[in-house]
C-alpha cells in the first residue's frame, strides 16, 4: 500500500509542533472524516515517534488503558494497558473519540493527564507510574451531534490546552485531497462528487438529511469511477444507499438530488 502524505490545508502540522514542544497536549475537534486520524498519523510520522493508539466507545474499559491481572500456569502476572505502556516509553498516544467514553474510564485517564503525569497502579501493586518527560498526548472528540458522544467534563478538557478545529476543507482541497488518491484524468467526475457530497453536508448541518458524507466517501466515489463504474451509479452506492437506514422518504430526497446533479 502506498504511503500518501497528509495535506495540511489549515496549518495543523506546525500547532502541532509547538504543542510538542512546550509540552503541551492537543484536543482535535470536528466530525468524522475531515481527516483527524490521518493528521495525528502524519505528525508522529514526522516526530519517528511510536503511536500507541485507543479507540474509545462505551465497551471501553479501565483495563483497556491500564491493565488487567492475568493467570498463566498457575502464576498471577500484570498485563500492561496502553496508557502504562505509552507513559513509560514516552511515545505519543492517541485517544480516539475520547469524548464516546463512559465516566469511569475519563475518570481514570483524568489521574495521568494532570500536571504530575503519574498514575497509581491500584490493579496491581499500587505503584505509581510516572510518564516519560517526552511523553505527548493527542486526542480527538466528535461534535455533540454525533451519536454516542458526550459532554467531557471541563477538568478532562483542560487537559487539553491547545485545540484544533478541523472541519470539512475548501472545495478545492477536498479536490487536491482525493487526487493523492485518484487519477487527475478523473478529475471532472471527482469535483461532481465533491460537490454531491458537499450539498449533502449542507443539508446535513440544518437538519434537513441525517447524515452528512465523509472525506473517505469522496475518495470511494472516484475509486469506483475510476475503475470504471458510471459516475451516478457510484454516487447512489457511496452516498446515496446509506439514507435508507432513515427511511424511503429520506432515501428518495437525497436520490432526486443526485439525479440533479448526474441526471438520468
Known sequence: MVEIDYLDWNNSIEILEKAYDAGLFVLIIGPKGTGKTSLVRDFADKKN????????????RESHLV?????????????????IKSMKEGGMLYLDELNSAEAD????????????????????????VKANEKWFVVATINPLTHSGTKELPPQLLSRFPVRIRLEYPPEKIELDIAKKHISEKFESELIQGIKLARTLRQAAAVEELFYSPS??????????????????EA??????????????IEFQKVNDIITSMFGN
Open 49 to 60: 515517534t511510536n503511536l500507541d493508539s485507543i479507540n474509545f466507545s462505551l465497551r471501553t
Open 67 to 83: 491493565g488487567t491481572k492475568t493467570l498463566n500456569e498457575g502464576t498471577v502476572n500484570f498485563e500492561e494497558g496502553v496508557l
Open 105 to 128: 474510564v475519563l475518570l481514570r485517564l483524568d489521574e495521568a493527564l494532570d500536571d504530575r503525569r503519574q498514575i497509581a497502579l491500584k490493579e496491581s501493586t499500587g505503584e505509581v
Open 215 to 232: 472525506l473517505r466517501e469522496t475518495i470511494a466515489f472516484g475509486k469506483l469511477v475510476e475503475k470504471g463504474m458510471k459516475p451516478k
Open 235 to 248: 454516487a447512489v452506492i457511496v452516498f446515496g444507499n446509506v439514507y435508507t437506514q432513515w427511511g424511503d
